[in-house]
């Protein structure tokens, strides 16, 4: 199997100024086409350790892949160090020059001594254009065929020089005809540590398709991933894991892949031929925005109310005064009401309200900072929620959103109230 | 000086399903002590490979800070490839198991024996607590004093450990006394290159406090970054540097630090004793949500609508059927009616309103995809916003959501109305 290391390049990837996304998608590529990732690495522009780590990268794998330091900047010296560490040289390519000079007159801006620097390309090699950007790309071939392929740091340049140029090459390259195909599982409200107890088994034995459990946000994806010669035959191999791992699961799938709750919420509606309204407080309309997210949310969706003051809750909502002198702005009756005034006012057949304590004020020992209410309303008796998050404002709202979404799923789907939504959220009978 | 590795462990970092945001953090933390960071590296959970690698990083850095693979499941091999690396042993560390235990106890889960595997820990070595989770973290130490310290990959678990036990260890283990202090300037509306080109001398010629510039989502920051043996004469270093800088840039800095765009819209207000108000289409709610992120927004937000309908544009906002017959709902005329429908019927001193085509469908040759209107209203004559945006639903979304903050503290500021607010917007008279 043919094996790669990612070097991302830049001083500010080692100072923590930026969060290198990058190296993931080149990694998610290349597994796509069945090409092994060894390694990553990130090294600052400093040609002597790029140099260092390339030959080392260059002994392990059958090739390397860079991104970043190809910039006009006086300090990225990228290809200086690649040149040296496969023996190639740099030659001005006439090609890029003209593509770089083109450039620099369609934008009506003079060229540099920098920018003409950035068409000296490694020979042996190959060149890989770039029509998003002025930087081109290169793969420079060291005489054992190893190489080390170099793109721009900037992700738009970067992803479309990947997928359109170098892809194919290593495709070639390699004579690539395995393929790894992924199957993602969404779930909601089963822990990592349950998950795992009722499939460990499973990708304990399993080495193709190879099975893992990824934690994030309150949820949790069950990811199965097969190699094979193509897309069918690997799609042949997950579906009787998926069949299992289904019924070892039972409740709580939500989607799978690409689907999210929010696109999964406006599926439902639309089949149902439903809308849905909002009325947000701590959420502050994250899950209106969610549901705008979804293409094609303008069927279901008629919009929201964020109500962040109580004389708004009172004037947009019809949330009647006594409710908010009697119980607060944070109480289960409150949430009804937002839910109940949404749901008329906006004209809607399903709402959902919020209404909580984010922090980092506010807090009381009746109504601690964490604290939200969420109401469902449609026809019928309205289904409420009582939560109690942990983390600080941004942790509270984040996980209000997402159990706030989970919840209008779990409801659209007539779910077993039994099953909870998150760990920290319970349904309370009014 | 002091120089560490980072190496970030998960074969779902090798296939890219996963971002590596750890090694940033980390490499933040340890830059603002002054600890230099030579290089990072991400590894799958292959403990051969993991082995290979910190012996690596300990022969070029005095120690290595690794995340991840510390977790229950039976292929997290993370801790016997550091004894081997270091040479140390694994043993039962009592307390860190009473711990676990008690941990289990409190959420009346049983214990695995993988969760008791959790507490063998490296000697001789250093047992870093973890009040967040069930996984210690721990640091191993080489004969020769290199060490290995390994905190568990749960961002919100390793983020509390790295500060608040490995950062107090390495300050001793190092005497560090040399600290880095970076102010970043916030700018908006200035392209990156033209902001180059007016500090490019500064930034060729400093060393120390070094200078960077750094584009991100349609704003450019400008980091200075000073080493010096307290944190006192760093900041005397960088204040004249920041004074010229902001002589050089003039219009167009909207905040420093951790100062973002919506916390300066609430503090201007704030300090006015004004309130705002939010009617939004395309945005769905993540401007109101923006705002409502800052801490104390609520002295400030009255709250908002998301008119995503027609309807809900003229029974929520009073928008006039005949304008959005005459006009649509994406045009200058519907977004100053849905402004001045939020300031009225929200009382709030200012709106603003986004009206606008977010794709994928919905667009025409008049009214292509990634137009989008912006009004902003108090008293006085409205001011209008006209901008369309590349990319994708998701692009065109974020864009149009920080356009539209950024909208709004410029009107705030009273601000010369020639300066474009992004390279896509231009204002619009009526």
Redesign the interface.
Known sequence: MASIEIVTIG???????????N?????????DIGVD????????DNPE?LEM?LR?ALDRADGVITTGGLGP??DDLTKEAVAAATGTHLELHEASLRAIEERFAMMN?TMSDNNRRQAMLPVPGTVLDNPHGTAPGFIALREDKKFVAGMPGVPREMRAMMMDKLVPWLLERFELRQTITTRTIHTIGIPE?EL??RI?DLF?SSENPKI???AHGGRCDV?I?AKAETADAAKAMIAPVEREIRERIGYGIYGVDQQTVESQIVDILRRRRQTIA?A?S????????A???V????DV?????????N??KR??LDVPADILREHGAVSVETAVAMARGARR???ADVAIATTGI????GGTEDKPVGLVWFALVADGEPRTYRATFP?D???I?ARATMAGLSAIWRYLERADANVPITPFMSEARR
């Open positions: 001083t500010e990837l080692l100072l923590g100024h930026l969060v290198d996304t190296s993931a998608f080149v990694a998610s590529a290349l597994a990732v060894y390694a990553k690495h990130s090294v600052g350790r780590m080392g900047t006086v801006r540590s795992d107890r460990e304990r893992a459990v990824l990811k991933m909002t947000e701590c959420t502050g309309g994250a899950i209106s925005d549901l705008v997210r293409p094609g949310a303008s969706f008629r919009g929201g109310v964020v109500a962040y003051n004389d708004v004037s947009m006012r906006l004209g984010a922090g980092p004020g983390g404002r941004g942790d709202r």
